[in-house]
């Protein structure tokens, strides 16, 4: 399985995607995980790799071998498509953070969706943040994202939820947890008119 | 027990495992969390950021020479800087072992260069392991250091970002005993004067012969035999993409890379229909497979450029027609100075007195994007200051507009020795020190100048403003880069100065919990604004530009800099 995380620089990618591999390796699986940080803190574009099976060789995923494409803004989606497979998932959280060259009014913010359903009919949107904002904390944004991309994974919730809350300090356990579980909730609502 | 570690944490672990007694490092991505991890996790292990490479290295084999075991960790041009201590230190006897991590940068995803610091090995005669995963990063650090107590000489351990910032699967072990530190003399293995070094030379030459023989027999150098019609020599990360690329293939894997194991290249050639070595950057596995008058294929199809991957290794030896990715054109989305950034102030009264600004390795670099295109130069750590010198020194008229713009912590790395050359030879530039209180670019570690030590200990703070005064420089001001007014009035006084000036430029970066901004978001008075993209020329990217108007966004900071520059006082909020 490859899954491809990708955003913008804090927010949250590195932990969901470290929350994945470790759910991974509970699992049995061999995994690896590749990120490139050094800048990313500087609101540069972030991706993370995440594979796992029996046995994982290259931290980084060929071209056209992306099983599932989560994507924390809209933008960042379209930068990874060469790596979707044919049938691939894409989920695509609703959110636009202009870039530099759109900021000032020399680019436009290119129509993502359009760009996407070339490659694959899996896309499913998410607006996590809003959900995020509903329990009083944009930061769990993640772990919305994350439940939604359970539910294409892994029915058992315990080994997620409890990944979830050894990597979180304790005051913000309960609300990932929450978020978690609206983020699953709306991919199976979501399925029904989707995908 | 399993863990998911990263390449580095896997380094620290390893370290730990060793019985590793004395750590030290400069902050350099990639290499950074791998003293960061011991600090957090292995406080048994004395470990300390030092304020170059240089002195990383030094501290280090002086805590082998006391018999413990050592490790100095430094991204790939780092090397450069303790490259003077790393090409006599083989000479020397080494007691405790000595492990120098090298964290090359391939792709340059946060560097100035990418060279290939496999070339030190063979460069400085020494061993070197190149581990690629986790997993083995942790292994071999425990390989290091048996080869460095048993030959009695410094091992490199050379990763790339890919390896070092990667996460696999490790199985963590128990720690070996340390051994203890003891005081001896061994004058002539330790006092490199001439005569002393000239005997030490051939033991150098001698002690390779046998690491040769050792490299030939290493559990890690192994010949996988599939299909013989493909034989692949790798190492690092280029092995793993080799090996997704032609599961079925032949190969070679290379973990203790040099001294490179002759009759297991020669048993592997003679084995294989054809043999390819795929390495990234530099020929220089290939090149020694070469000198054995072993043909093979490499770097006639495999890019010298950048980071491998396995499609780019796929298309290399199948011969497919690189049909490249596909064209979609996006907006770019670069790294940028953080919205509230103090750099932003200094840059832009720099800028608007008309100076050509000499710059230098850290956050404040990014300052050469568009729209400030602030910098105007940037070549290694230290130099800003020394081209500042030499530019103002051959330009006709005397004082130019020449000014270089320097970060605290690159300030202490190799900043101060430029300062004192300026201040030495009558230079005339101008000296910025970005004094943020902070080694920002890496993810906020301490230096000499905040005075806090990598275990938290708070130890003498440097005071900046004396330390350039005692280096021969009497104008020194200090501003607050948030002032635009005084920074631009101060900038101006500064060069009309007949001799050398120093502003320190003194405000916390806005990642640190002292940083000195509200964290309430500006607004426009859209009624005001005329659309005149003044604010806009600081390039922060909490300013948008829509409908001929700015509008500031919810990441604002309230450091006020735009409100300051605005024409049209159109900018409210309170600062």
Known sequence: MNVVMAGVGGQGIILASDILAEVAMRHGYDVKKSEIHGMAQRGGSVMSHIRFSEKVFSPVIPEGECDILLSFEELETARYLDFLRPDAWVLINRYRLPPPTVSIGKEMYPEVEGIVREKTRRIVFVDAGDIALSLGNKRVLNSVLLGVLSTLLEPDTDTWEQCIAERLPEKVRDVNIMAFRMGRDIRQENKVRGG | ?575
């Open chain 2, 1 to 575: 027990m399993k863990k998911i570690l990263s390449g580095n944490e896997a380094i620290a672990r390893g370290a730990m495992e060793s019985g590793v007694r004395f750590a030290s490092a400069y902050p350099g991505t990639p290499s950074t969390e791998i003293l960061e991890t011991i600090a957090r996790e292995f406080p048994e292990i004395h470990a300390e950021w030092t304020p170059n490479e240089k002195v990383a290295l030094e501290v280090a084999a002086g805590a082998s020479y006391a018999g413990a075991r050592a490790l100095a960790a430094m991204k790939h041009v780092g090397v450069n800087v303790a490259a003077d201590p790393l090409m006599t230190l083989p000479y020397t006897l080494i007691r405790g072992g000595l492990v120098l991590v090298s964290a090359d940068d391939p792709e340059l995803f946060s560097s100035q260069n990418e060279q290939d610091n496999r070339n030190y090995a063979r460069f400085a005669k020494i061993p070197m392991l190149e581990p690629s995963s986790s997993e083995e990063a942790k292994d071999f650090v425990k390989t290091a250091y048996r080869l460095s107590e048993e030959f009695s000489t410094p091992v490199m351990l050379r990763t790339t970002t890919r390896i070092s910032h990667s996460k696999g699967i490790v199985e963590l072990e128990e720690p070996e005993d340390p051994p203890r530190a003891s005081l001896e003399r061994h004058p002539v293995e330790w006092v490199m004067l001439p005569a002393n070094a000239r005997i030490r030379h051939p033991v150098v030459e001698e002690r390779l012969n046998r690491l040769k023989d050792y490299s030939n027999s290493s559990e890690y150098n192994v010949m996988e035999i599939n299909d013989a019609s493909l034989g692949i020599i790798a190492s690092g990360a280029a092995y793993q993409y080799a090996k997704e690329a032609f599961p079925d293939a032949s190969f070679l894997k290379l973990g203790l890379s040099y001294p490179l194991p002759d009759v297991l290249v020669r048993e592997f050639a003679a084995k294989v229909k054809e043999l390819w070595v795929v390495e990234e950057l530099d020929p220089f596995i290939e090149r020694q497979v070469k000198e054995l008058g072993i043909d093979c294929h490499g770097k006639d199809r495999i890019p010298m450029c950048g980071e491998l991957n396995p499609d780019i290794v796929k298309k290399a030896i199948s011969g497919s027609v690189n049909t490249g990715s596909s064209s979609l054109k996006l907006p770019a989305r670069p790294p940028n100075m953080c919205p509230g950034c103090p750099h932003r102030g200094m840059l832009w009264a720099l800028k608007k007195n008309k100076c050509f600004i000499a710059g230098d390795i850290g956050c404040y670099t990014l300052g050469f994007l568009p729209p400030l295109d602030a910098i105007d130069t940037c070549l290694c750590m230290g130099a800003g200051i020394n081209h500042a010198h030499g530019m103002s020194k051959v330009l006709d008229g005397g004082k130019k507009k020449i000014a270089a713009v320097i970060g605290d912590s690159t300030f202490f790395h190799s900043g101060m020795t430029g300062l004192l050359n300026l201040a030495y030879n009558k230079g005339i530039a101008l000296v910025v020190i970005l004094d943020n209180r902070t080694t920002a670019m890496t993810g906020a570690q301490d230096h000499p100048g905040t005075g806090i030590a990598l275990d938290g200990s708070k130890n003498i703070e440097i005071d900046l403003e004396a330390l350039v005064k005692a280096l021969g420089i009497d104008w020194v001001k200090r501003v607050d880069p948030y002032d635009v007014d005084t920074t631009r009035q101060k900038v101006k006084e500064a060069l009309e100065q007949e001799g050398p000036a120093v502003i320190i430029s003194s405000a916390p970066c806005v990642l640190l919990p002292s940083r000195r901004v509200s964290g309430v978001p500006l607004k426009v008075d859209s009624d005001k604004c005329t659309g005149c993209k003044v604010c806009l020329g600081i390039g922060c990217p909490s300013i948008e530009f829509k409908d001929k108007k700015a509008i500031i966004l919810d990441t604002c900071t309230g450091c006020g800099i735009c409100k300051a520059i605005c024409p049209f006082d159109a900018i409210g909020g309170d600062v």
